[in-house]
């Protein structure tokens, strides 16, 4: 009998590319979809598997939507992806971001306890969670957490939640300590899609200037379609465990802002950049850097596409984006 995922998160850029990888492996794939007055399946069209998908109906926040979703389907993995993801927001919206990200695991956990323990679990962590803490510039498993921001304040508790139900429960739970990826179909508030949605719109002539915050941060950026593969991989694993993921490479966000406009074919991007700083965070994360080797290790996975592929992929679809609206 087919294998079987309920993916949370569906919606959003990683559950798109996470629910390929099962389709291609033979899984059926339920989605947690939440009710919405105009839903938009743009990303799972864009990888072309809108129908493949057999929707359910729940909100991280509503327990009772989660104690039944599990009782009814009883999957083998549950990949919780679904989030307040957007650490900008998490200062206006603390509580929520706690909701949805701390106490929607804790529900999950509890619906998996009660009615399918057999249930693997996957957690979608960040490293977020480290904010300013690292041994000389980089951070693996073994990293204290200094979160800086409501959003990385919640994932931690999601985190030692998820932990704890492993080592109260037996359930088997793993954190994917993630760290920033990217894809043409990551959300447009993200710095990476803000940057080459708008060097496209530059290109295409639709506008003039970009406005940024802090372009002296420092991310290790990878592609998404890389990392579902680590998320699929530590639930096959013989044993449950916490792994971080990135490419061991970091760069800053003027890095990417210079690459992207280089890709489109515009050399004075100083010209068409203005630091605004609206887009400043109360408490900024400056610099992380992934040490993977656990992941290589264990796994046997390691990130295939290099920063500029990244950067080159990201400006390509947004330049085919607005090419072919303006036809
Ligand atoms: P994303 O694009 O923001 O997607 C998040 C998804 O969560 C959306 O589909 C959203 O649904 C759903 N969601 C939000 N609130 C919900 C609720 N109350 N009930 C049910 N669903 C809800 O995020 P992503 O980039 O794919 O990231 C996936 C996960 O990995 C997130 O948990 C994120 O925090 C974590 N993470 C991401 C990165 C990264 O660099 N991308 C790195 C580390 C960890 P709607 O479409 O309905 O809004
Ligand atoms: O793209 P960002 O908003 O991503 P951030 O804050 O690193 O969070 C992402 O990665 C986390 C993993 O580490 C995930 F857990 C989280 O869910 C999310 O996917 O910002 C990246 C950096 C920051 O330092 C920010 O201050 O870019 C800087 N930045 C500079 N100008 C900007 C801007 N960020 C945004 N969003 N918009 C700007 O105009």
Redesign the pocket.
Known sequence: MAKTALVTGILG?DGPYLAKLLLEKGYKVYGLIRRYSNISFDNLDYLGITKKINFVEGDMTDESSLLHLVKRTMPDEIYNLA?Q????ASWAQAKLTTEINALGVLYMLNAIKLFSPTTKFYQ???????GTSHENGSQDENTIFHPR?P??IS?VYAYWMTVNFRESYDIFTCNGI?????SPI??M???????TDGVAKIKMGLMDKL?????D????WGFAGDYVEAMYLMLQNEKPDDYVIGTGENHS?REFVKLAFKHAGINDWEKHVV??VR???PA???N?KARPNKAQKQLGWKAKTSFDDLVKMMVEADLKRYSVKSV
């Open positions: 850029q989030a993801s957007f650490v900008g979608a962590s960040t490293s977020e969670m480290f921001s959003y990385g994932k993630l760290f920033n990826h990217e990551r959300g508030q993200f710095v990476t899609r803000k940057i406005s940024l915050g802090n372009l941060a420092k991310r290790d966000v630091v605004d887009f400043n965070r900024e994360v400056p992380l």
